[in-house]
């Protein structure tokens, strides 16, 4: 009970403002939307929601996987392949290096496949937490591998898309070229007629958003992702005008009509199950 007294009190007098407070590494989170102080045990409980405003926070892609598909579904693709220089940029290896420690993951895609309530199902993730969730070579090849595994099982396919670094530009045009690569393995699935779902969540931008992630045959999204291919400043920048608020943000794309549905984070499994239930039935 004391140590919940020293965290309302500490609570309380950010809030009033009277006195800048050193907090504790790891206990609490602002919101970046409402600038709320929120305890971190309950953001996890939360799904990592503010329960305030009810931003989403980015989630790691295992952890999307832990909540989306049945438990101890998952079964991991190895694609026996890792990110390489073929540029020679500089400073491109030590970036990759400290991606995997931050997020323990090898690329920022993670694919594999796994049920949702027990119907199979092929599925792949990004990770914005490795270099922005950019797509380079290895992260165009894992994401064409999960739809030729769709493709050779028959199962339907799920792609979680967190990308804001788009293409990444430390590989050049060999980055571009996965965007014609992605695009091309989805026109052949979508040619043996089998689903293809796309969720998009907060940020979804770029080369991921103009290839893969936009090309779902239902295309679902979370509430205020930044969606599009270049960024609010970089559009303001270029036609030289201030851009509606709010104006790359899901509510609006579904507003005009390019996503289908905007769907917040604890109802995106009863939501996929439902869909599969209804299209595959």
């Not at 309950?42 to 503010?50: G, R, T």
């Not at 392949?81 to 931050?102: C, H, M, T, V």
């Not at 969730?133 to 799920?158: D, F, H, N, Q």
């Not at 400043?233 to 851009?243: D, E, G, L, P, S």
């Amino acid at each position: 009970m004391a140590q919940m007294g020293w965290f309302e009190r500490t609570y309380n007098r950010i809030k009033r403002g009277k006195k800048k407070i050193d907090i504790p590494h790891g206990l609490w989170t602002k919101c970046t939307n409402c600038s709320e102080i929120v305890y971190n045990k309950s953001l996890e409980d939360n799904l990592k929601v503010c329960p305030k405003c009810g931003f989403h926070f980015y989630l790691r892609a295992r952890k999307r996987i832990e909540i989306t598909l049945d438990k101890d579904s998952f079964i991991e693709y190895d694609s026996k392949i890792n990110s390489d220089n073929p540029l020679n940029f500089p400073g491109y290896e030590e970036k990759l290096s400290k991606s995997e420690k931050a997020t323990g993951l090898d690329e920022a895609a993670l694919i594999g496949e796994g049920k949702i309530r027990g119907r199979p199902i092929a599925v792949g993730v990004t990770d914005f937490g490795f270099m922005g969730g950019s797509m380079g070579s290895v992260v165009g090849e894992r994401i064409t591998l999960t739809i030729e595994k769709a493709m050779e099982k028959k199962y339907p396919l799920l792609i979680i898309s967190g990308s804001g670094g788009g293409a990444r530009m430390q590989e050049g045009i060999i980055s571009l070229m996965q965007m014609a690569k992605t695009s091309a393995a989805i026109a052949e699935l979508k040619r043996l007629g089998l689903l293809y779902i796309s969720l998009l969540t907060h940020p979804t931008m770029g080369g991921v958003m103009a290839s893969f992630a936009s090309r779902g045959d239902i295309v679902l999204a979370e509430p205020g992702a930044l969606l599009g291919f270049a960024g609010p400043r970089v559009i303001k920048q270029t036609i030289k005008q201030q851009m509606p608020k709010g104006f790359q943000q899901s509510e609006s794309l579904l507003e005009h009509g390019v996503i289908d549905l905007v769907v917040e984070r604890s109802k995106i499994r009863s939501t996929l199950i439902r869909i599969l239930d209804l299209v595959l039935s």
